[in-house]
């Protein structure tokens, strides 16, 4: 079925695919979970998902533990220069993640929503960003999700790794380095990717409490279509408690490597999560999107987590996106 051109408005009408009546792309398949905790268990689907592209190694991990070795041995301080909050390292780590957000946030919205180098093939949701919109910062979806993310979320971001950095270089925190710990040091960077999700589902559960969306989640849920800029687009405490996943750090022994791999994954993983396709872009070489959280979006009480660790199965609040998926819609006080 293809929409009516008059739900398309600034579309592409050659859209490729089938679309609902709201004009949301409906793939084929459903949204499944990684082949990890199945029971019974699958051995052999795990080992090819750990090593196969896409999977969990492949590209998104391995890109991001590149990206964060790249910028450890040639932009992150010292810790010799850590020992004290001084303006020179603290602008060095602010300008460096200010750039990552720019080349990585910015690089989607120029390929995917300047240059339509994808039109609309694959996109979730067929319209395109707000504009003059009194729902958003200067009545335009982007310039708002720019301003949250590229500036709000960036500096505290940055203030957590200034922070770390610092108790680091002053042996306030378990320290844990490769040359006595090899097995451990390479454990963490396994580990990270799941603690992460471990602690986006129970704190993204958290910020649904009724009194916590209202004041402080609802913002990041204004974006039902979101685009790249969208990914860290919250409320600076919802930031805060989002970008807390790097604190364990500070308690379990880690090297500053892991400390900054964390609270990298963390800042640039949102980006590909809400750009609002689904891949493989680039004539079907890159694989990418996140329609697992997507739906979250549009539905809000389901898919709170992401698709490894399966505690929205668990806990009845899984939406697999076919129509006769599962999944609770909006509730009253959220609409």
């Not at 533990?65 to 450890?72: F, K, R, V």
């Not at 040091?185 to 958290?206: C, G, K």
């Amino acid at each position: 079925m293809r929409i009516v051109d008059h739900f398309l408005p600034n579309v592409e009408k050659a859209d490729p695919g089938a679309r609902n009546a709201k004009g949301e792309w409906l793939p084929p398949k459903p949204v499944e979970y990684a082949p990890v905790f199945v029971w019974p268990p699958r051995p052999l689907a795990t080992a090819k998902w750990i090593v196969s592209w896409p999977g969990f190694m492949w590209p998104r991990n391995l890109v991001i533990l590149a990206i964060s070795a790249l910028t450890w041995f040639c932009t992150e301080p010292a810790l010799a220069r850590c020992v004290e909050f001084r303006w020179n390292w603290l602008l060095q780590i602010w300008i460096r993640n200010l750039a990552l957000t720019w080349i990585i946030y910015g690089g989607f919205y120029l390929y995917l929503y300047i240059l339509k180098g994808e039109g609309t093939k694959g996109k979730f949701d067929a319209r395109w960003p707000a504009r003059n919109s009194a729902a958003f910062l200067f009545h335009n979806q982007v310039l708002d999700n720019i301003f949250w993310t590229g500036g709000v979320a960036v500096l505290i971001w940055t203030a957590y790794e200034a922070v770390g950095l610092w108790l680091f270089a002053n042996h306030r925190i378990p320290y844990l380095t490769w040359q006595e710990h090899p097995v451990w040091f390479v454990a963490w960077i396994v580990v990270i990717p799941f603690w992460r999700e471990f602690h986006f589902y129970w704190t993204h559960r958290a910020i649904h409490w009724k009194p916590l969306y209202r004041h402080v989640h609802f913002l990041h849920h204004k974006n039902v279509n979101p685009n790249p800029w969208s990914g860290m687009s919250m409320h600076p405490i919802e930031t805060i408690i989002y970008m807390s996943v790097a604190a364990i750090h500070w308690v379990v022994p880690s090297h500053p490597f892991h400390f900054l791999f964390d609270l990298q994954h963390t800042a640039i993983s949102p980006a590909s999560g809400h750009h609002g396709f689904e891949g493989p872009i680039l004539e079907g070489k890159w694989p990418t999107g996140n329609r697992f959280h997507y739906l979250h979006h549009r539905h809000f009480e389901c898919n709170y987590g992401a698709p490894v660790l399966p505690f929205d199965k668990w806990f009845g609040t899984f939406r697999d996106g076919l129509p006769q998926g599962t999944g609770a819609t909006l509730p009253e006080e959220h609409r």
